[in-house]
């Protein structure tokens, strides 16, 4: 059972493979086709919604009759095989022809709270929604993981433990799944973020030592248990917490080609839109590959997007124009608190800004949102957004060198996605190293 499920359900490890086992055979003795689904739900996303429902309803039957005439001495393995095989004959184009418009409907419905949460987490790219005829999203030749990054640059200032480790091969790691990585008090976090009154739920998450993996293995019948012993309400409350906590896990535990498969709502459909056919495309998409730049500050005396431009500019002027540097990331103070990242790109002989990284919240963007500076026709701009609106590219979406700051100095808000770097890769984001 054990060996099966490591061959096939990877990031695992050797505890939640037991536990896995463990509940799938007791779910099946009891005929729980719920709890079943939900235990195996997330390590079989790919597979329709239906073909799942109806293959689970054979395998653990509710009818007391069935259920007792039943062999409940089958292998486990061997319902899981049936179920893996189920997979690999699975034909998506067909399946969803063959489910009609009532049942689309209701899985689009089931999805709902999860896109809310986390809707630019998909592995579509923003080329699936443009129209018939339009030009599609510049194709990555290599995977993000193919390319090569200096682990040193000379001149470098001294970068955080945690970015250390990015520049020296973690930033390979940075489009793989993370919630099976993070620690139970990294889930207990994210249940705070999403709920911040079920306090409950991310005290019994660190007091079980529920790490993301467990929790992804039971789903939610695995946390609601915790709770059958208080009142109603306060129940209800922790019930829909652990709901809202795992459709966000679930949603967010894929592994990317590159950063362009994260772009898919209608905002990012804009962006393409707009800008397709100019040169800011080519400079975003070679801004949204890894690199190691070279980290400069500056505490501007007006601090604007654009008079902080004209200051550096002045500063950067009378550099070589012959130098190799094609990527800076230039970050902006108030106070002695970061307050922007602006990327920067040579652009011939001078550097041309392109976005920039806020660490504050704009409304419902929180710290880490990154604007576009440039406008379809190159023209600088405070901050780009088609029909008047202000568009707000997602901490989730941007490379992780975007994020990065100089040693001893600190983020006016520090984004959220840096707490939740797996610490098998990255280390602890509060690691203050100074070596």
Known sequence: MAELMRDTLSGLDEATLTYLESAVEELREEGDEEGLRELLEPYF???D?????????????????????????????????????????????????QMGVVNNEAVADDKKSTKKIAKSRSRKCAS???QDGEEEWPEEELAWRDFEVPSRLEGQPKLPNWAKRLFDGAW??????????????????????????????????????????????????LLSEEFS?????????????????MDWMKT????????????????????????????????LKLALRPTHPRYLTIEPKVRT????????????????????????????????????NMIYLRNSSSWWLLASVDFAWHGEAGPGHWHLNRTPHGEQIEHWGPRNNVYHGEAWNCPLWWLVIPKGHSYAHRPLRLDLLPVAAFGSIDDDDTT
């Open 305 to 340: 997007v654009k008079a902080t431009d004209a200051e550096i500019q002045q500063r950067w002027g009378s550099e070589d124009a012959e130098g190799t540097e094609t990527l800076r990331v230039l970050c902006v103070l108030e106070n002695g608190l970061v307050q922007h």
């Open 172 to 221: 390979r790691e940075e489009l793989q799944p993370w919630p099976r990585l993070w620690t139970a008090d990294q889930v207990a976090l994210m249940s705070l973020h999403l709920s911040p009154k079920a306090t409950k739920v991310a005290s019994v998450l660190r007091n079980n030592e529920l790490d993301g993996s467990l929790c992804l293995a039971g789903g939610v019948k």
């Open 128 to 130: 699936e929604g443009l």
């Open 252 to 283: 967010f535990d894929v592994e990317c080609r590159c950063y362009r498969e994260l772009y898919s709502s209608p905002s990012d459909l804009d962006l393409w839109r707009s800008f397709r056919n100019t040169e800011v495309v080519p400079a």
């Open 229 to 245: 012993g208080l009142k109603q309400a306060e129940s209800d409350l922790c019930k829909a917490a652990c709901r809202r906590l």
């Open 45 to 47: 996303e790919e597979l």
């Open 49 to 97: 919604p239906l073909k799942l429902e109806n293959l689970l309803s054979s395998l653990c039957p509710t009818s007391t009759q069935v259920k007792k005439s039943m062999d409940l001495e089958v292998p486990v393995a061997v319902a899981l095989g049936d179920l893996l095989k189920f997979r690999e004959d699975f034909d998506p184009q067909n399946d969803v022809e």
